[in-house]
C-alpha cells in the first residue's frame, strides 16, 4: 500500500509582492489558529513553521505572551521549527551569510525546544553545490528543496543523496511539482481527484519506496481546518493508498532504508521542471551591489577587526554584530535577494541595507578609536594607524587621509623613522565638521584634510601605527598627466571611445578594448532578462570619451567619461529610434607594485528596458570558466549543451549560461588567465564566437514583477503582473570591481586570495584631538604595533575570523579553493591555551596540536574549516 505523508505547512514569504507589514497581520491571525489546532485536537500531530525562525520573530514582536505556548508545542514536538533564520538564496549570497543564517536560526530555536533537522529550502532559485558541506557542518543530515534539477544530474528519482566534493553527503527529499501541491484541497470529490490524479502520476514515477508527501500548505495559507474531511474523502477514492498527517523527518526514515539510492554532485540550476531564473542575479543592481559590498565589509573588516579589539582586552559586541546580520539576512530570503518584489518592498530591502551599512560603518570606526586612543605612548602627536586584516604581512601601496592643521607634516612610525609619501590633493575642512564644540567657543581655523599615498609593510592580522609631525616645508602635489599608463606590470593606452588596451609586461600580451559596453533590450521582468528577437545590440565602440590620465610616484588613475546614446524603451528600440543615453563615468587605479587594475562605475541612466554589460576580451577561447561559490569553486561550460534541446524537451526556461559568482570570475589556460574580481555585480557571462570574452552585467532595467511568454521562458508569468517602475533603475548606479591578471590557469594561480585581498583594503583610523563623539579614557593599553596571527603556508584562503558565540574561544574559518589538497597552517604571537577543529555551528571536534603556538592541519579542494582556539 502507497503510504501519502500529508504535512501540514506554511510558506512564508515574509514579503513579495506584499509588504512584511501586511504578512506580519495575516501571521497573527494563522499562528492563533495553528496554535488552537495543535493544543487542542489529538488526531493533529504536526505543523512546519517553514524552516525559519523570523517567523517566529516577527510574531513574537507583536504577541510577546504566546512565547510559552509556542514552547511547549515545540518541545511537544508538535510545532516544528527552523534550522534557519530565513528562507536563504543560495547563489548570490556569500557562504559566511548562510552560515550565519543556520547559527543565528538554530540559536533561536534553542530557546523553545528542538529544531527540524533538515535544510529545508522549498523555494530557492537553484542549489549550491556546497550545501551539502555547509549543512553537515551542522549535523544536518537531510535536505528538502524543489527547484534545479533534472535527468542530466544522473537520476530521474526525487529521492538521492547528494555529495560535495569533499565529501559532505545529506539525503535529499525533491519536491518535484513544489511545496504546494496540497495547498486548499477541494472537498468536491471530482476536483480533488482530477488535481490528485496529476500529482501521484508525478510522485509515484519519481519515489524509490512506497512512501510520498503530500505537502498540505501554501504561501501565507491558513491552516486547512477541514483535513479529517479531506483524508477521509481521499482514503474512499484511492483504497489502495494510505494517508495520514505526517512530518517529513518521517519519510527520511522511510528513505534510509533504501541502499540503493543514487548519488548526485554539483551545483543544481537547470529549469527543465520549475524555474531557476539564471539572470535574477542582475535585478536591482543597486540592491544586489549594497549586499556584496555589506557582506564584504562585516566578514573582512568588522568582524576579524572585533577579534583584534577582543585579544587586545576590549568587549566584542555579540549583540551588535548579531542586529546587523539579522538585518541583512532578511534580506536573504529568496524573493527578496532575488528583487522580485514591488517596489515597496524593494524600498524596505534598501532601508534594511541602508541600516547594516551604517551599523557596519560606525562599529568599525569605534573599535579603530578604541585601539588607536588606547595605545600606550609617551607621542603626543596626532596618529595614523593603518589595519591589516589578513594573516600575512602585507607591503602595500596606501592611499589614505590626514586631518590637521599643519601647513606641512611628517609621519614617523614608532622607530622615529620618517616615511616618505606622496600628497595627492589638498582639501580645506570647516572645523565645524569635525567637533562642533570647536566653532562653539569661537575658533573658525580651517583643518586641512590631506590624501596621501605611500608604501609600507603591515604586520599580519594587525596594525602599525605613524605619528603625525609638523613638517619643515610644504610638501609638493607630485601628479603628472600623461597619455598613456605605465607600472611595474601594465602598460595601458586609452582609446578614444574609453576602452584600454592593457598590455601585460609579465605575460607578454595584450588585451584588447577592455570595458567596452554592449547595451541591448531587455523585455523581459524582474525574474529573468529577455532580449528584443533579432536585434541589433548597440556598443561604446564609436563614442568620444573624455579622459584624463594622472600618474603619481605610486599608482595611476584613469578618468573616463562618455555618453552611450541608446533607445528610450522598447518601443523607440523596435524602431530603431536613439532617443536616449547612459552617461557613464569610469576611474581606473592601477597601482605600481601589483597586477590588479581597479575599476568603479558611476552609471546615469536615462532609459528604460534594456540591459548593459561590460566586456573584458581574455583571448583565451575557453570550454569553461572558473568562479567562486560558498567557500570553494565551481568550473561552468560556457556553453550549456542543453540549449540545443530545451524547445524539444519543453524545458520551463531557456538554459542560458548567465551564472552567478560571489568574488571572482575569470577564463584562463595551463600558461595564464585573466579574472574579475567583484565587490558589487555579481553576475556573468561568457560570451564571443571563441568564447573568450567575459561579459559582466552592470544592471538591468525593466518595469513589471511578472510577465509571460518571454522569449526565452514561454508560458505563464512568474510572479504576477505588477508594474515596478523603480526597477527601470533611473538615476545613478554604483559598481565596483577589479580586473586582474595572472600565470597559470585560476585554480593554480589561487584567484580566490586575489580577490580576498582585493575586498580587505587596509584600513585607517587618524586620530587628532577632536571628535564630536567622546569617549572616556578605557582601562586598557594597547601597543603601537601588533600582530596577532600569521598564516605559515600560503594556500587557504581566511574566510573570516570572529569571537565564538557561546565562550571565550576564537574561530579561525578558512577554506580551500583551488583542485588538490593543500595544508593549513597558523603562528600566533601569543601562546594558545587550547585548540580544536570545529564544526560551522561552533562545536569542539578533534583535539589540536600546538607547536610552538602554531597549528597545521590539511584542507580538501573545497573544502571548508574551523579552528577553535584560546
Not at 102 to 118: A, Q, R, S, T, V
Not at 589 to 603: L, W
Not at 631 to 645: E, Q
Request: proline share 4%; glycine share 4%; aromatic share 10%.
Amino acid at each position: 500500500m502507497k503510504k501519502v505523508h500529508i504535512v501540514p505547512h506554511m510558506h512564508w514569504d515574509r514579503e513579495w509582492y506584499f509588504t512584511t507589514e501586511e504578512s506580519r497581520i495575516l501571521l497573527v491571525n494563522n499562528m492563533e489558529e495553528i496554535m488552537e489546532m495543535l493544543e487542542t485536537d489529538p488526531d493533529y500531530p504536526y505543523y512546519v513553521l517553514d524552516g525559519q525562525t523570523a517567523v517566529l520573530e516577527d510574531y513574537f514582536a507583536v504577541k510577546p505572551e504566546n512565547k510559552e505556548r509556542v514552547k511547549k508545542l515545540v518541545q511537544e514536538g508538535k510545532l516544528i521549527i527552523g534550522p534557519w533564520y530565513t528562507q536563504t538564496d543560495e547563489m548570490i549570497v556569500g557562504g559566511e551569510s548562510i552560515v550565519r543564517n543556520l547559527l543565528y536560526g538554530i540559536k533561536d530555536c534553542e530557546e523553545f525546544g528542538n529544531h527540524m533537522p533538515i535544510g529545508y529550502l522549498p523555494d530557492s532559485f537553484g542549489q549550491s553545490s556546497q550545501m551539502p558541506q555547509i549543512l553537515n557542518g551542522f549535523d544536518i543530515s537531510y535536505s528538502i528543496f524543489w527547484r534545479g534539477t533534472s535527468e542530466r544530474h544522473g537520476t530521474d528519482k526525487t529521492e538521492f543523496y547528494w555529495e560535495s566534493e569533499e565529501g559532505s553527503k545529506v539525503l535529499v527529499q525533491l519536491f518535484p511539482l513544489g511545496y504546494a501541491i496540497g495547498k486548499y484541497l477541494p472537498e468536491d470529490e471530482e476536483q480533488l481527484k482530477n488535481r490528485m490524479d496529476k500529482y501521484f502520476a508525478v510522485l509515484d514515477r519519481g519515489a524509490t519506496t512506497e512512501n510520498i508527501i503530500l505537502p498540505n500548505g501554501h504561501d501565507q495559507m491558513p491552516i486547512q481546518k477541514n483535513i479529517f474531511t479531506i483524508i477521509e474523502k481521499l482514503k474512499k477514492l484511492y483504497p489502495d493508498r494510505e494517508f495520514f498527517l505526517s512530518k517529513y523527518e518521517n519519510i527520511f526514515h522511510e528513505l534510509e532504508k533504501n541502499k540503493d539510492l543514487p548519488t548526485l554532485h554539483g551545483e543544481f540550476l537547470d529549469g527543465k521542471y520549475m524555474r531557476v531564473h539564471r539572470s535574477i542575479y542582475s535585478t536591482r543592481m543597486d540592491i544586489k551591489a549594497a549586499n556584496a559590498r555589506i557582506e564584504n565589509k562585516i566578514t573582512n573588516i568588522l568582524e576579524p577587526l572585533a577579534s583584534l579589539a577582543y585579544r587586545l582586552g576590549f568587549e566584542y559586541h555579540h549583540g551588535l554584530i548579531e542586529l546587523i546580520w539579522k538585518e541583512i539576512l532578511k534580506n536573504h530570503a529568496h524573493d527578496s535577494i532575488g528583487c522580485c518584489c514591488s517596489d515597496k518592498v524593494h524600498q524596505e530591502i534598501c532601508n534594511r541595507f541602508f541600516i547594516a551599512e551604517e551599523r557596519v560603518d560606525q562599529l568599525i570606526n569605534f573599535y579603530k578609536r578604541k585601539i588607536v586612543d588606547s595605545m600606550d605612548t609617551e607621542w603626543n602627536q596626532d596618529r595614523l594607524t593603518a589595519f591589516n586584516l589578513l594573516p600575512y604581512d602585507r607591503k602595500e601601496l596606501m592611499t589614505t587621509t590626514v586631518i590637521t592643521k599643519f601647513k606641512s607634516f611628517k609621519l614617523l612610525d614608532e622607530t622615529s623613522k620618517e616615511m616618505e609619501f606622496e600628497v595627492i590633493n589638498r582639501e580645506i575642512v570647516d572645523p565645524g565638521l569635525i567637533d562642533r564644540q570647536i566653532v562653539h567657543y569661537g575658533n573658525y581655523d580651517s583643518f586641512i584634510k590631506y590624501t596621501i599615498q605611500f608604501i609600507d609593510c603591515i604586520p599580519a592580522f594587525g596594525y602599525k601605527t605613524y605619528f603625525v609631525a609638523e613638517g619643515d616645508h610644504e610638501k609638493e602635489t607630485n601628479v603628472v598627466y600623461q597619455d598613456q599608463v605605465e607600472t611595474d606590470f601594465y602598460k595601458i593606452m586609452v582609446n578614444p571611445n574609453g576602452t584600454l588596451n592593457i598590455f601585460d609586461k609579465k605575460l607578454n600580451k595584450t588585451f584588447h578594448n577592455v570595458l567596452l559596453l554592449e547595451n541591448g533590450g531587455d523585455d523581459g521582468d524582474e525574474y529573468d532578462f529577455s532580449p528584443l528577437a533579432n536585434e541589433t545590440l548597440l556598443y561604446s565602440d564609436e563614442v568620444h570619451a573624455n579622459v584624463t590620465i594622472k600618474q603619481s610616484q605610486y599608482a595611476a588613475a584613469v578618468d573616463i567619461q562618455y555618453t552611450l546614446e541608446i533607445p528610450k524603451d522598447l518601443n523607440a528600440r523596435k524602431e530603431k529610434v536613439i532617443d536616449s543615453a547612459v552617461d557613464v563615468h569610469i576611474v581606473v587605479t592601477i597601482p605600481n607594485h601589483k597586477p590588479i587594475i581597479e575599476v568603479k562605475f558611476a552609471i546615469d541612466n536615462h532609459a528604460k528596458d534594456h540591459r548593459l554589460r561590460a566586456l573584458i576580451p581574455t583571448g583565451i577561447g575557453s570550454a569553461f570558466s572558473v568562479s567562486d561559490n560558498q567557500f570553494g569553486f565551481v568550473k561552468r561550460n560556457v556553453y550549456d549543451s542543453a540549449m540545443d534541446i530545451w524547445k524539444q524537451e519543453n524545458w520551463d526556461e531557456r538554459p542560458d549560461p548567465i551564472y552567478p559568482m560571489l568574488s571572482f570570475a575569470g577564463l584562463s589556460n595551463e600558461e595564464y588567465g585573466l579574472s574579475v574580481l567583484t565587490n558589487s555585480t555579481r553576475e556573468y557571462e561568457i560570451v564571443g564566437n571563441e568564447y573568450d570574452t567575459i561579459a559582466i552585467t552592470l544592471f538591468r532595467s525593466i518595469g513589471v514583477l511578472g510577465k509571460e511568454e518571454l522569449l526565452r521562458r514561454p508560458g505563464r508569468p512568474s510572479g504576477i503582473k505588477l508594474p515596478t517602475p523603480d526597477s527601470q533603475m533611473p538615476g545613478t548606479i554604483l559598481l565596483e570591481f577589479a580586473v586582474a591578471t595572472h600565470q597559470k590557469s585560476a585554480l593554480k594561480a589561487n584567484v580566490a586570495r586575489m580577490a580576498k585581498e582585493y575586498l580587505t583594503p587596509i584600513h585607517f583610523y587618524n586620530k587628532i584631538p577632536h571628535d564630536a563623539m567622546k569617549l572616556n579614557k578605557a582601562d586598557v593599553k594597547t601597543p603601537v604595533r601588533f600582530s596577532f596571527l600569521k598564516e605559515v603556508q600560503t594556500e587557504a584562503v581566511l574566510s573570516t575570523l570572529k569571537k565564538a558565540e557561546k565562550d571565550d574561544n576564537f574561530i579561525l574559518r578558512f577554506y580551500n579553493p583551488t583542485a588538490e589538497e593543500k595544508t593549513a597552517a597558523f603562528a600566533f604571537t601569543q601562546p594558545i591555551q587550547q585548540a580544536y577543529t570545529a564544526n560551522l555551528n561552533e562545536n569542539p571536534l578533534e583535539v589540536l596540536e600546538v607547536k610552538d603556538s602554531k597549528i597545521q592541519l590539511n584542507v580538501k579542494s573545497n573544502q571548508v574549516k574551523s579552528i577553535l582556539f584560546r
